[in-house]
């Protein structure tokens, strides 16, 4: 029996796959903006986040849901 992984999950590996991918690339930093590290399933004002990006400084550049 083969299992499909969910669409939402496809896209969620991938698009964090491709942050990772640029932010490697560019040393964490883009036009002079540092970035943390890309996190899946992040805690988020008392939910779960699917994607977050951060700032260095650990504030929320991007999330995903």
Partial sequence: MSRTMPREALVEEELYHLIRVVLDKHGSKLNGVEF????????VDGGVADLVLPFVDGKHFLVIE
């Avoid at 943390?36 to 805690?43: A, R």
Wanted: no cysteine; charged share 10%.
């Fill in 36 to 43: 943390g590290k890309v996190q899946p399933q992040h805690p």
